[in-house]
């Protein structure tokens, strides 16, 4: 497993997966049109707590859970992995309480310092459903431009993003 420093925003921290946050992210992933928006399965705590023990022993991939600093509640996810050499940035405010609030926004500044200041690394790219609006928005709010369109690994269309850093 990797050790992954917290990461401090105003409202939030970024922290890794811990076992006990496997309810709350199934609870998340019952939500039909969060699956729909991040082309997710739903997923029991014990499949959530396996797929995170993926993730982090995937060298390539950097995964962060988003804390709501006042309740220490988590909130959501984000993440950076390479795919292709390329690093890929993925974004989800599991609990709609804090969708819409800034929380999202300040995660995703936080993970790019991160990303930028400790790994190094310049760039960053998001594929996103066509039909994703929200998050659309949220990436071009960021300073994502689009360049393009691809297929995803399960073979569904997909508007790419991309930023430097």
Same mark, same amino acid.
């Given at each position: %497993?990797?050790?992954?420093?917290?990461?401090?925003g105003?409202?939030?921290?970024?922290?890794?997966?811990?076992? +006990?946050?496997?309810?709350?992210?199934?609870?998340?992933l019952?939500d039909?049109?969060?699956?729909? %928006?991040v082309?997710?399965?739903?997923?029991?705590?014990?499949?959530?707590v396996?797929?995170?023990?993926?993730w982090?022993?995937?060298?390539?991939?950097?995964?962060?859970?988003?804390?709501?600093?006042? +309740?220490?509640?988590?909130?959501?996810?984000? +993440?950076?992995?390479?795919?292709?050499?390329?690093?890929?940035f993925?974004?989800?405010?599991?609990?709609q309480?804090?969708?819409?609030?800034?929380?999202?926004?300040?995660?995703?500044e936080?993970? %790019?310092?991160?990303?930028k200041g400790?790994?190094?690394?310049?760039?960053?790219?998001?594929?996103i459903?066509?039909?994703?609006?929200?998050?659309? +928005?949220?990436?071009?709010?960021?300073?994502?431009?689009k360049?393009?369109?691809?297929?995803?690994?399960?073979?569904?269309?997909?508007?790419?993003?991309?930023?430097?850093?």
């Open positions: %497993m990797k050790d992954l420093p917290l990461i401090h105003k409202r939030i921290i970024l922290r890794p997966f811990d076992p +006990s946050d496997a309810a709350d992210y199934s609870a998340w019952k039909a049109y969060l699956r729909r %928006m082309g997710e399965s739903q997923l029991t705590p014990a499949e959530v396996s797929k995170q023990e993926e982090a022993s995937d060298e390539k991939m950097v995964e962060y859970i988003i804390t709501d600093k006042a +309740s220490g509640k988590p909130i959501g996810d984000t +993440s950076v992995k390479l795919e292709d050499g390329k690093p890929k993925g974004l989800m405010i599991g609990d309480r804090y969708r819409d609030g800034g929380y999202g926004t300040e995660a995703a936080c993970l %790019m310092s991160y990303a400790v790994l190094g690394m310049q760039e960053l790219y998001a594929e459903f066509p039909f994703n609006t929200k998050s659309i +928005s949220f990436h071009e709010k960021l300073k994502f431009s360049v393009g369109t691809s297929v995803d690994d399960k073979n569904r269309d997909c508007v790419v993003y991309y930023r430097n850093l």
